[in-house]
C-alpha cells in the first residue's frame, strides 16, 4: 500500500546499511590512497637508475625545470650535495607525496629518477632535516622542481663556503687573510723607520705566513676528509 505505516526497524537498518556502505566507500578511497603514497615513499628511498622521464612540460610549468649546470653552480656556491633520492638518510615530509602524485598525474607519467639537492649532512646523519629540494630527472639533462622543504638557507651561508667552492677560492682566501695580516702590523711595532726594509718585512711576512697557514689548512683538510665543493657536489662519498 501507498500509504502504509512506517516500520522504524527497517528504516533504521536501511539506513545503517547505507551508512555502512558510505563508510566502507570512504575507507576503500582512503586505503587505496595511503597504500599508494607507501609506494610513492618507497620509491624514493630505493632510489631508481631507470634514466630519463620523457615528457612536455607546460609552458606554466617551465619556470621549475632547471639545467644540470645551474644546479651544479648552485650546489657548488651554498656547498650542497646533488644526488640520488637513495642517499638521502632523513625523513621526507608527507607534503612531498601530494606533489609527486600530483606531477605524475597530470602528466600521466611515472617518474623514473628521482634527485635531491640538500646540504651533506642531510645525507650523512640519521635525523637531519635541513632546506633540501626534490627534483624529477627529464630528458635533456634537467630538473623539475618538485617540492621543497625545511629553513630557508642562511643569508651568510654563501660567503662562509665562499672559500671551500673551488682551490682557486681558497688560496685567494688565504693570500687575503696573509696580506691583512702583515699590512695590519703598525709600522712602530716593527721598529724599522726605512720605508723600503718594512716594505720587504711585510711581503716576506705575507709569503711566509701564506706558506705556513697553507700548510696547517691542508694538514686538517686531509686529517678531517675535507674536499671543495666543485669536486663533492654530486659525489655520493663523504670523504670526497
Not at 630505493?46 to 653552480?73: A, C, H, L, Q, V
Not at 602528466?107 to 629518477?113: H, N, P
Not at 711585510?202 to 669536486?231: C, P, Q, V
Amino acid at each position: 500500500m501507498i500509504f502504509s505505516k512506517v516500520d522504524l526497524y527497517a528504516e533504521l537498518v536501511r539506513e545503517q546499511s547505507r551508512q555502512k556502505q558510505l563508510i566502507d566507500e570512504v575507507y576503500d578511497l582512503l586505503e587505496s590512497s595511503v597504500a599508494n603514497d607507501e609506494k610513492v615513499l618507497q620509491r624514493l628511498k630505493d632510489g631508481s637508475n631507470d634514466g630519463d622521464t620523457f615528457i612536455k612540460i607546460d609552458e606554466k610549468d617551465s619556470p621549475r625545470i632547471f639545467s644540470y649546470e645551474t644546479i651544479k653552480k648552485i650546489s657548488i656556491r651554498y656547498r650542497l650535495r646533488f644526488l640520488d633520492t637513495s642517499y638521502f638518510k632523513s625523513e621526507y615530509p608527507y607534503t612531498a607525496i601530494p606533489e609527486i602524485k600530483s606531477f605524475e598525474r597530470k602528466y600521466d607519467v611515472k617518474i623514473k629518477s628521482f634527485r635531491i639537492m640538500a646540504p651533506a649532512e642531510a645525507f650523512d646523519l640519521e635525523n637531519i632535516n635541513k632546506d633540501p629540494v626534490l627534483f624529477a630527472q627529464l630528458s635533456n639533462n634537467s630538473f623539475y622542481l618538485l617540492h621543497q622543504w625545511g629553513r630557508d638557507l642562511s643569508w651568510h651561508r654563501k660567503i662562509l663556503y665562499w672559500p671551500m667552492q673551488s682551490f682557486k677560492n681558497f688560496l685567494l682566501t688565504l693570500a687575503s687573510v696573509c696580506f691583512l695580516f702583515a699590512f695590519s702590523i703598525p709600522s712602530s711595532t716593527m721598529n724599522i723607520f726605512s720605508f723600503q726594509s718594512e716594505m720587504y718585512l711585510r711581503i716576506w711576512l705575507t709569503i711566509h705566513t701564506f706558506i705556513g697557514l697553507l700548510g696547517i689548512s691542508l694538514w686538517i683538510g686531509i686529517s678531517f676528509d675535507k674536499t671543495f665543493s666543485s669536486l663533492n657536489w654530486n659525489s655520493k662519498y663523504y670523504n670526497y
